[in-house]
């Protein structure tokens, strides 16, 4: 009863569409075709049957009904509506899962990158947005050339390459983890250089955490990017070796040691996986401060230096990275790193200096507190002339250990550790009342500590 019905409804549509003045059918022959009354009805017929199947789950026979003149407004009328295409990749599909035979399987896998191809032809922007929309259609085209057709790996990724290119930031996660594997899977096949995974790794990283940053609040689109990291951190692990990045950068940075790009290229990659003890890394830096001094080169100068015990030289370029640095995430990790220096040469009040400019750049890193307290506990013993004012320092030490728990959780076992260790440090009871004090008493530390804090014993 349903098609009976139905066809009647065509036929009015039809009907109508014959009844139109010629000039309107003239001007309407770019949409629908030179034939447009039959395509009115063939595009009636399809999308009857095309919202039958997909009401019932897509699961009844009426996709074979919407299939026949699905392809006929297809081929005859490709401007007719944009939803020819999207209706069209869902049929389509549906029909190369259903298929066992192979010649039809692959005849229908074509037919599914024409349904793209065309699209991006006859609409080439958004029906309702007007915004183009290329990108993101390779992106949904290389996908699926990936799962139907994974033999094609150089149109997977000509077609993905250019998707990202296009869409950048807004490159969606599928896209860029069927990019990534396709490119793992064309350099072992000696399709492209291996140094390719490393810069797309680099590429796609940068990709995800500005996304990362821009959904934080979005718990949904937050997974999905944690789970788009997650994944291409695991497929990259296998070549994130030392020795397999030095091997694939070495004989480029000696073809090409000025080449400012490059030599970006392997410092950052290198030290993001903690292969800084290379003499590849030191080379590059050391070449690249020289050929384009910016705060970041000024800084892995100063992380390369440390690593050779050159404190003093390394201070002189941090302190220039931190002039230079207009990013705060960055010049807050150029201030805790010259605390450290500072630190590691016992200039205590030095190194606190740059530790706080370090929190107040950064007020939920609670590594900032964690050195500020380890700088107490390690001075504490100098600080006073008596059992009591030597351990007023570990009081003000673990002040701080408790601090940096509160405002950041991913430190509070290392902050829990030292309170357990330094609370050992304190007097005891005795000793409080002896030096005329008692328990809960507010204390004023002098020496170069120079904090208020509160009288506790170690036996309380």
């Not at 009805?41 to 074979?64: D, P």
């Not at 094609?152 to 990202?164: E, H, R």
């Not at 397999?244 to 400012?260: C, T």
Request: hydrophobic share 35%.
């Amino acid at each position: 009863m349903k098609r009976k019905g139905f066809i009647t409804a065509a036929g009015v549509l039809l009907l109508f569409a014959m009844m139109l003045p010629a000039s309107l059918l003239a001007q309407d022959e770019s949409r629908f075709g030179a034939d447009s009354a039959t395509c009115v009805e063939k595009l009636s017929l399809y999308r009857e049957f095309y919202k039958q199947w997909k009401g019932s789950g897509y699961q009844n026979t009426a996709i074979n009904d919407a299939f026949g003149p699905w392809k006929w407004v297809f081929n005859n009328c490709p401007r007719a509506m944009e939803s020819v295409y999207t209706d069209g990749n869902k049929m389509v599909e549906f029909k190369i899962k259903k298929a066992k035979d192979d010649a039809v399987k692959e005849g229908l896998i074509d037919t599914l990158m024409l349904t793209y191809d065309n699209r991006i032809k006859y609409f080439p922007n958004h029906y309702k947005t007007g915004k183009p929309q290329e990108g993101y259609i390779l992106g949904r085209k290389g996908g699926d050339l990936y799962k139907y057709r994974p033999s094609d790996m150089k149109g997977v990724y000509n077609t993905l390459k250019k998707s990202i290119e296009l869409e950048g930031n807004k490159s969606k996660v599928d896209v860029l983890i069927y990019y990534f594997r396709n490119v793992i899977r064309m350099a072992e096949a000696g399709e492209i250089d291996n140094a390719e995974i490393v810069d797309t790794y680099d590429q796609l990283s940068g990709i995800i955490d500005y996304n990362l940053k821009k959904y934080a609040g979005n718990a949904k689109k937050l997974a999905q990017y944690e789970t788009a990291k997650n994944n291409i951190e695991l497929t990259f692990e296998p070549y994130a070796t030392c020795e397999d990045l030095v091997g694939i950068y070495q004989k480029k940075f000696d073809e090409s040691p000025d080449d400012v790009e490059l030599l970006g290229k392997i410092t950052k990659q290198l030290d993001k996986t903690g292969c800084t003890d290379t003499e590849l890394f030191f080379a590059a830096t050391e070449k690249l401060h020289k050929l384009d001094p910016t705060p970041q080169s000024a800084y892995l100068m100063a992380r390369m230096l440390l690593k050779k015990e050159d404190y003093n030289t390394a201070a002189d370029y941090l302190i220039e990275s931190v002039d230079l640095f207009e990013d705060d995430e960055k010049k807050a990790d150029a201030e805790y790193l010259l605390a450290q220096v500072y630190f590691s040469q016992k200039n205590y009040p030095e190194a606190r200096k740059h530790a706080r400019a370090a929190l107040k750049l950064r007020p939920t890193d609670g590594n900032p507190l964690i050195l500020i307290g380890d700088m107490y506990a390690a001075s504490a013993s100098k600080c006073g002339s008596n059992d009591l004012e030597k351990s007023a320092g570990f009081w003000a030490a673990v002040d701080k250990y408790t601090q940096a728990k509160n405002i950041d959780a991913s430190i509070a076992d290392m902050a829990n550790k030292r309170i357990a260790t330094y609370k050992k440090h304190f007097p005891k009871t005795e000793t409080i009342f002896f030096h005329g004090k008692k328990t809960g008493d507010s204390y004023e530390i002098g020496c170069w500590i120079n904090e208020t804090t509160k009288v506790r014993a170690s036996d309380e």
